[in-house]
């Protein structure tokens, strides 16, 4: 468990720098000791192994040390924002402890307790920590739920065991290459993979809310961070002009395609090397892509094959539904036998994207099945209309989807946010960027925010309904 290496690294290299909090400088002694005694305050709670508890604590440092004390409990750990839906109460109501920064109402949990900065304080002040062994490791143990990005329907959830997250963070580890040399930006609110993979390898996590990503990637020596391609457009989008490059920064990226021309300014401006991460957290990752590739390699431990609609592989270089089987894989979703079904069949977990395998270890992902937009006689998708509004036109962030005209026939709708210029030279830019394709009429819409998960994947569904509504608006 995570804890075991931070201890390792405690007793290793004590004075070596775990965490840096706002300034704030961690060792690992001091981590290591943090664990211990939030694992002795925890256990108080007395939650038999295997119980859940769901943490909601926005305080990152705060939230490693409950996540990391519960692990040496052999408590399960789901991290989240309260959802408000009443179609969440059931799965709510399955956790033994609700720890949350906030009040809640009595229904959503049977047992809660409310983390306040006193409580946190009279931990770390505390003299108690626990040495005494937790329960044995096993790998078929439960360890964690997470949830399914839900950016065109209902998010899912999923429960990895000990197993399946230690080889998730193992295989981190090795495409990055973390050292006691990295340096590692925490710009994803509560991200965990990039975070612990660092931390396992007694490298330093960076936590900054003081200032900009760019500011503290220059501050503190940063070596790697995570960053989606609209963070990373908006980390690029804020360069000062007189912005000194860093000697060596490697991003890693996910939740969507880099476009080439975004990755092209990431390398001019910014990074030595972007990584572009492909998976799942049914799968865990399946492929990666670095440098000008555009087709993405096959992970060891992955295997792929693109099939038809009915389920047929495709010889290499069709176009087809991406199916994947991982040696990171769940066996499907947490109480939803129905869309298990729909996901998981005979071995394998169908990702609901398109792409092509132009051999075994080499995957070209174009999007998601149900997101292309039938318009007329030809079908397209929309992260490539998307990837060309942004090279031809200055926005800050843009979606595109379908909407009905009068007449009930799909036509295209553009959405963009912080246009830079008036409309109409907006609208020519849109059009010079569709000029090559038959796409017919379409609608640009201007709104404030494009939906995107924490992750930075568009929410489609969201952004189809507030495109509908902007033109219905008299």
């Known amino acids: ?206 936590i900054e809310s003081r200032m900009t990503a760019a500011q503290a990637i220059v501050a503190h020596g940063v070596t790697h961070t995570t960053l989606p391609p609209i963070a990373l457009k908006q980390v690029l989008d804020e360069l000062p002009a007189g912005f000194i490059k860093p000697d060596k920064l490697t991003i890693l990226s996910l939740g969507a395609k880099v476009s080439g021309a975004l990755r092209d300014k990431a390398i001019s401006r910014l990074a030595t090397e972007v990584c572009d991460l492909y998976g799942t957290n049914e799968a865990g990752f399946v492929s990666s892509i670095r440098g000008i590739a555009e087709i993405g390699a096959v992970w060891p431990g992955v295997e792929v094959e693109v099939v038809d609609e009915q389920e047929r592989p495709l010889p290499y270089g069709a176009l087809g539904r991406i199916r994947v089987r991982t040696d990171c894989m769940v066996e499907g979703y947490l109480d939803d036998p129905e869309a298990t079904a729909r996901a998981f069949r005979d071995g394998w977990f169908y990702a609901g994207d398109l792409g092509t395998l132009h051999d075994a270890r080499r995957l070209q992902v174009l999007g998601r099945s149900d997101d292309v937009l039938n318009i007329g006689w030809s079908k397209f998708l929309p992260e490539m209309l998307e990837d060309l509004v942004l090279k031809f036109a200055a926005v800050g962030d843009v979606g595109v989807c379908s909407l009905p005209n009068a007449d009930g026939i799909d036509e295209i709708a553009v959405a963009v946010s912080d246009p830079h210029g008036g409309r109409e030279e907006l609208l020519e830019r849109v059009t010079r960027a569709f000029r090559s394709f038959q796409v017919g009429n379409f609608k640009v819409l201007i709104v404030d925010r494009i939906p995107r998960n924490a992750n930075g994947k568009i929410e489609r569904n969201r952004l189809k309904d507030a495109a509908a509504r902007m033109t219905r608006a008299p």
């Not at 961690?26 to 305050?41: L, N, P």
């Not at 925890?42 to 939230?63: K, M, N, Q, S, T």
């Not at 839900?150 to 999923?158: E, M």
């Open 1 to 206: 468990m995570t804890a075991d290496y931070i201890a390792f690294h405690a007793a290793e290299r004590p004075d070596a720098l775990a965490v840096v909090n706002d300034g704030r400088e961690i060792t690992f002694a001091q981590f290591s000791r943090d664990i211990r005694k939030f694992t002795a305050a925890l256990r108080e709670f007395e939650l038999p192994r295997g119980a859940r508890a769901l943490i909601d604590c926005e305080d990152v440092y705060a939230h490693w040390l409950l996540r990391f004390a519960f692990e040496r409990l052999g408590v399960v750990t789901a991290t989240s924002s309260l959802p408000q839906d009443p179609a969440s109460l059931p799965f709510l109501r399955s956790f033994a402890l609700l720890l949350s920064e906030k009040d809640s109402p009595p229904e959503i949990a049977a047992h809660q307790y409310r983390i306040t900065p006193q409580w946190l304080r009279e931990i770390l002040a505390s003299d108690r920590v626990d040495d005494a062994p937790g329960p044995a490791e096993r790998p078929a143990d439960p360890l964690r739920i997470l949830h399914t990005s839900g950016t065109t329907g209902t998010a899912k959830r999923v429960l990895y065991s000990r197993r399946i997250h230690d080889r998730s963070i193992e295989k981190v580890m090795w495409l990055v290459g973390f050292t006691h040399r990295s340096r590692y930006l925490q710009a994803l609110p509560l991200g965990v993979g990039g975070p612990t993979a660092c931390m396992r390898a007694g490298g330093t996590v960076v």
